[in-house]
């Protein structure tokens, strides 16, 4: 037991020492790549169609994205500027991928300003998973199989695990040539459900949701038991307090963070499938059902699918509320129109308040100023529901017929027509 220890201690120490000898060599008072690619917004466009290319891929289908060594500096440059100030230079060659990086420390320091580090990324076979084949932190070369084990650790050992497996296991082929890197990849709703779960529970560990969730605590403590608890009055008073918190700058990241405070009340005791969120701190012990239309399972879809495209965007939330009602068709409640109107209508109001920065702050103020549910919700209560898997089949075919279509559609232009989501 003791030897178990020590060498448990030894490695421990020695993956501490190296990560310190990484940051010392790889912090510099210059940047190796220059800060400060501004994106025009043709480039803006065009990262985020890249980015969502893989959203396009239906569940259970095998998918391939292609991208050139323009699209993968303009992708990487624009999602990593998102989160701090830095400058990326992707080059393929020699069937590799070089990434040389450059980030901004967010406060001065006697190393230096700038973060700079460098690797390749290469395999032998398509179907072989790329694997670190260089690695330099500043001036200082690390082997790379020792490179490797640090990461790996790293990883392994943090929040990061979840967010590697994501990224890592629907993988089947990688091939990098001079011109491109060609990546197939199995898109499963698992996975996609799985996305939702994990990207949810990263706003979930801000600290600052603690603050939403005492605004829940105080409306659910003065909610009168003989009537009905509203979504609506939730929504109201959390973006109210977003409101007051926020500039435009912050206004997104304010939104989500009452988006996910809410769904953590209304989802708390939804069955593990949809979207389940870890118990969160300082959650009220009373519990009223919220509702929609007189309805608790319309708010839980509304709130679940807001909560997902807030975190994932509209694809991943769109896909997941469709493959709960055919889950539902084959042995669960039924295929139900009107819960997926809760999920369309969940998923504009996720992607409204979270968009852009100005549509955040219109969107705060629009919300905290809603009479009742009808403001964001549709009725939905004149649409057919409650169908089993051969009754949905007989009817609509499939989400891909015309006639299915065409009810989406009209489900959709109930939604477009509401004032909140012009």
């Known amino acids: 037991m003791k030897l178990i220890l020590r060498l448990f201690t030894y490695t421990l120490s020695t993956l501490v020492l190296l990560c310190l000898i990484v940051v010392i060599f790889g912090v510099s008072n210059e940047p190796e790549e220059a800060i400060g690619w501004t994106l025009t917004p043709d480039d803006i466009g065009r990262a985020k169609k890249i980015l969502h290319e893989g959203a396009k891929t239906k569940p259970d289908e095998v998918g391939t994205i292609e991208l050139t060594k323009d699209d993968l500096n303009l992708a990487t440059n624009y999602l990593l500027n998102r989160y701090i100030q830095s ?78 497996l994501l990224a890592i296991n629907p993988l089947k082929s990688v091939d990098i040539n001079e011109q491109r890197v060609i990546i197939s990849y199995y898109s499963s709703k698992e996975t996609r459900m799985r996305a939702g779960n994990i990207l949810t529970q990263n706003t979930n560990n801000s600290p600052e949701l603690n603050i939403y969730q005492q605004k829940i605590n105080e409306i659910v403590n003065q909610h009168d038991p003989a009537w009905r608890l509203s979504l609506a009055d939730l929504l109201k008073s959390t973006f109210q307090l977003a409101f007051e918190r926020s500039t435009v700058d912050t206004a997104i990241s304010e939104n989500k963070l009452a988006i996910m405070a809410v769904n953590n009340y209304v989802n708390h005791k939804e069955p593990k499938g949809f979207l389940t969120p870890p118990t969160a701190n300082n959650i009220t012990e009373k519990y009223y059902p919220a509702f929609l239309y007189k309805r608790a399972d319309l708010a839980q879809h509304f709130i679940g699918s807001a909560a997902i495209t807030a975190s994932t965007g509209r694809e991943v939330a769109k896909v997941m509320g469709e493959e709960k009602e055919l ?96």
């Open 87 to 164: 400058a990326v230079k992707i080059e393929l060659k020699n069937n590799a991928v070089r990434f040389s990086v450059t980030m901004t420390l967010p406060h001065k320091n006697i190393l230096g300003q700038y973060v700079n580090i460098s690797f390749k990324l290469g395999n032998e076979k398509p179907t072989d998973r790329p694997k670190l084949t260089k690695f330099k932190a500043g001036a200082l070369i690390l082997p790379a199989r020792l490179a490797a084990f640090i990461i790996d650790t790293v990883i392994h050992n943090t929040q990061l695990k979840n967010y590697y």
């Open 327 to 422: 889950s539902d068709a084959n042995g669960g409640s039924g295929f139900s129109f009107i819960d997926l109107t809760a999920d369309k209508a969940g998923t504009k109001f996720g992607e409204i308040t979270t968009s852009s920065p100005e549509n955040a702050r219109k969107a705060q103020k629009a919300i905290a100023e809603i009479k009742d549910y009808s403001d964001f919700m549709p009725d939905p209560r004149d649409l057919p529901e409650h169908m089993n898997e051969a009754e949905f089949k007989d009817k609509y075919g499939s989400i891909e017929s015309p006639v299915y279509k065409e009810l989406s559609k009209e489900i959709d232009n109930r939604i477009s027509k509401m004032l909140l989501y012009q």
